[in-house]
């Protein structure tokens, strides 16, 4: 039941109140990301990977045909839109990626209500003004639309399993097919969701018929094999296969995997890393051919069907440095730096003359407690903030399990442990933006369940010191 001063969603309740507070926050949202556009340098917008993504859409624009050797078609088809729309096509995309941005807020709190009323503002404010998603904003880079996509097929799973009717399982499917075209790791959790729906269905309505347990997993599959079905056609007459990613990102992804590992267990440069990692797979072509082999000539296929041993040819020691290294920076690099790099303001970026050379964790830490630079403060503050919001996210999720909210344990964990695995070795702060809002829902229910837990021990202790009194004065 709801009252006459709230408005219903699909499950999710906003107050009156809730929507103002919601609408002044948006207002100031969008107030701040036109003051950030303002600052920052119309350079910093295209990054190392926007031409791989523009260039596909400006065929699209120009000649009316798709090719890219790396790209799935979501963000160029995003792009072209723009182009098609206006010449200055980087702004106009800034602008979609805001309001997406906003949307991806609504749908956190939409899930977060689920699970935990009154958080509805609080979460609003953290994922708009989240430090690791603002920079890509304003950057041509697919992470914003990825990030709403996947919080829409969330929100949509999530009603799936809550509700009997079947169009929660065909939106599902949609966001599904749309995120899997827009970022390659979207397609495996996607092959996952008939078994979560399947599991949490069974566990949210008890003693149904297997007829109806099956058929939302089924539709999910139809709608989602047919939103990606015209681009799985699309590879199969040009490139004569099925696959939804294409052979040279699977090698991309491998290669950035065993370069990662190389780079932050050694604390090498990339080019030094990579260098090594041929360097290794020169020695292992060299013990099959019995000839020296000259790393140069070491290419990627090479790499990634040796990918394996390569990998163990790391002490083990280098390789548990780099995982934790790259576990640590994946969930606590706040994106301090590519704020900086994108702002007007000189006395805010941030680069490795403050640390004295090339970064790493132990020179990081000794500069932190020797430096007065502002930047350095600024990104240390950030950090503390962001091991806060971790903290409170593991008190969310113990909160969940002791009130046995299985359907979101279940959830969080396996969105959260999926990206970790598939991204988290790469060590870049901006393939965490999509499960962000997950962990700030976690964070956010923590705090509430810390401050209830608090409230109810004063209440306590207030009732055994009357008790106490009374007792005295009898």
């Not at 990301?33 to 119309?42: D, F, Q, R, T, V």
């Not at 097919?177 to 399947?198: C, D, F, Q, V």
Request: charged fraction near 15%; include cysteine.
């Amino acid at each position: 039941m709801t009252s006459d001063n709230s408005i219903e969603n699909s499950g999710s309740v906003f107050s009156k109140d809730d929507i103002v507070k919601l609408g002044i926050i948006a207002l100031i949202f969008l107030a701040f990301n036109a003051g950030y556009y303002a600052l920052s340098y119309p350079e910093s917008r295209i990054q190392f990977d926007s031409p791989s993504y523009i260039e596909p859409a400006e065929m699209l624009v120009n000649e009316f045909k798709y090719e890219s050797v790396l790209r799935l078609p979501g963000y160029p088809l995003l792009i072209a839109g723009a182009m098609a729309i206006t010449n200055n096509y980087v702004a106009a995309v800034i602008v979609i990626q805001i309001g997406l941005t906003l949307c991806a807020g609504v749908f956190a709190v939409m899930i977060g209500n689920y699970y935990l009323q009154k958080i509805s503002w609080p979460l609003f404010l953290l994922v708009l003004f989240n430090s690791a998603v603002m920079p890509y904003n304003h950057t041509i880079l697919p992470d914003v639309l990825f990030m709403v996509l996947f919080l829409g097929y969330l929100l949509f799973l999530i009603k799936t399993v809550k509700d009997k009717s079947l169009w929660n399982a065909l939106w599902c499917g949609v966001f599904a097919g749309l995120m899997t075209l827009t970022r390659g790791n979207g397609y495996y959790l996607s092959l996952l969701t008939p078994l979560l729906i399947m599991v949490c269905y069974i566990g949210e309505f008890k003693n149904i018929g297997f007829k109806k347990v099956a058929i939302k997993p089924v539709i999910f599959l139809i709608v989602f094999a047919a939103v990606i079905s015209p681009w799985l056609a699309f590879n199969y007459k040009t490139k004569g296969t099925l696959s939804v990613n294409t052979s040279e990102y699977m090698d991309q992804s491998v290669i950035q995997v065993l370069v990662g590992v190389d780079r932050l267990g050694k604390g090498a440069t990339f080019f030094e890393a990579f260098d090594s990692v041929r360097e290794k797979a020169a020695e292992i072509k060299a013990s099959e051919t019995g000839e020296y082999v000259d790393p140069k000539t070491i290419d990627g296929d090479y790499l990634v069907s040796h990918g394996r041993e390569i990998f163990f040819m790391h002490p083990k020691k280098d390789n548990a440095k780099a995982i934790l290294i790259a576990t640590g920076l994946f969930y606590f690099d706040p994106g301090y730096k590519p704020i900086a790099n994108q702002l007007k303001i000189e006395c805010l970026h941030l680069d490795n003359s403050v640390f004295g050379g090339r970064w790493t964790v132990g020179r990081f830490f000794k500069t932190l407690f020797s430096s007065s630079s502002l930047p350095l403060i600024l990104d240390v503050g950030l950090i503390g903030f962001i091991v806060l919001l971790r903290i409170l996210a593991v008190v969310g999720f113990f909160a969940c399990f002791k009130g046995k909210d299985w359907q979101l344990l279940m959830f969080a964990g396996v969105t959260v442990l999926y990206f970790t695995v598939t991204t988290g070795l790469v060590a870049y702060a901006r393939y965490r933006v999509a499960i962000e809002p997950v962990l700030l829902i976690l964070a956010v229910m923590g705090a509430t369940y810390c401050k209830d837990t608090w409230q109810k021990t004063r209440a306590i202790d207030a009732k055994f010191k009357h008790a106490n009194n009374t007792d005295i004065n009898a």
